[in-house]
């Protein structure tokens, strides 16, 4: 595991985002109400997850849908084997 990996999933709010997506895609407008943070935290949580590549985005309009990425589901794999 990298250090961005490592950074990406030493935060507890990081972590309770990337189980949200694992769910399912998610508007990233949606993600602050399951959180309980702001938008705008919310977004820099998933720019740190983008750079590490745990998650995938893509555009649909004006909404930005997230879901986990192939490296993101083997993360928390592992992570669920801790």
């Known amino acids: 595991m990298n250090a961005n990996i490592i950074k990406a999933i030493s935060d507890k709010t990081r972590l309770k985002i990337l189980k949200k997506i694992s769910e ?40 930005h849908l997230y879901s986990l990425s192939k490296k993101g589901k083997q993360v928390l794999k592992d992570i669920e084997k801790w």
């Open 24 to 63: 399912t895609e998610i508007c990233a407008c949606k993600i602050p109400y399951s959180v309980g943070i702001s938008q705008s935290a919310v977004s820099q949580h998933l720019k740190i997850m983008l750079d590490s590549d745990l998650v995938t985005m893509r555009t649909e309009g004006t909404k």
